[in-house]
């Protein structure tokens, strides 16, 4: 369905900032700016970063 365009590292970087940035709800300042986290944990999990797409952008490991 679709390709995929998020490698290793930036997937596990990707959901640590998106739980980091959901916990802001919870703990700290309990801003609702935190529910923004969602969004970076959906690409890491999914491994498809739709900004990504119109620059031909992908962090994954080519095959040799």
Do not use: E, H, Q
């Amino acid at each position: 369905m679709f390709t995929l365009n998020v490698g290793t590292w930036d997937r596990w970087l990707r959901i640590a900032a998106g739980v980091t940035l959901v916990s802001l709800v919870f703990v700290g300042p309990k801003t609702n700016w935190g529910w923004l986290g969602i969004a970076p944990i959906l690409t890491g999990t999914f491994r498809f970063c739709p900004a990504y797409l119109p620059f031909g952008f992908s962090t994954v490991k080519k095959s040799p």
